[in-house]
């Protein structure tokens, strides 16, 4: 009789501890953002010529899933006279560790303005670290490797740099 008992109170618990779990993990993401906007500073660098231009832009990531985002990046090379625009998927892996890698292009003058902007296509990939710093805001190290297919190359990019987020 003592055995059946605690056989009972076995599968109990067993059932029960599943749920208590997932619970906190509900409670956890409400307070999650699920719309976050940043604030980009940093660097572009060509390691082939060995140049560094200033860079800002902006970004905008909807989290869709607890571990997963689509993000929307806008991006000003000053030097270059450059802009990309990147779209992102974001890999939320581990507390504020996350992966990033998507399609995007990267607009600049040509040599004859009457011929206006050229379009390279890109690939980026990237690895960045949110602090939260309180409420919603938080600071985010950023690093990205984009890969610019030229007319007859592909140029690699290094980009590094600091967002500035806030959780909407």
């Not at 009972?8 to 059932?15: E, H, K, N, R």
């Not at 998507?102 to 980026?124: N, V």
Request: proline share 4%; hydrophobic share 45%; glycine share 8%.
């Amino acid at each position: 009789m003592r055995r059946q008992s605690q056989r009972q109170a076995l599968w109990l618990l067993c059932l029960l501890l599943p749920t208590t779990v997932f619970a906190q993990r509900i409670h956890h993401e409400e307070h999650e953002s699920r719309h976050e906007i940043a604030i980009f500073t940093g660097v572009t660098t060509e390691p082939e010529h060995n140049e560094s231009f200033f860079t800002i832009g902006g970004e905008y990531e909807f989290r869709f899933l607890p571990r997963l985002g689509i993000s929307v990046e806008l991006e000003y090379i000053k030097g270059l006279d450059a802009g990309v625009f990147a779209f992102p998927v974001v890999f939320h892996v581990h507390k504020g560790l996350m992966f990033v890698a998507g399609p995007g292009w990267e607009t600049s003058p040509r040599e004859i303005e009457a011929l206006g902007d050229k379009r390279d296509f890109l690939f980026r990939v990237g690895v960045q670290y949110s602090f939260h710093v309180g409420g919603r805001f938080a600071l985010m190290p950023a690093v990205d490797f984009d890969f610019v297919k030229r007319e007859h190359e592909t140029e690699k990019l290094f980009v590094f740099g600091v967002k500035f987020a806030w959780g909407l």
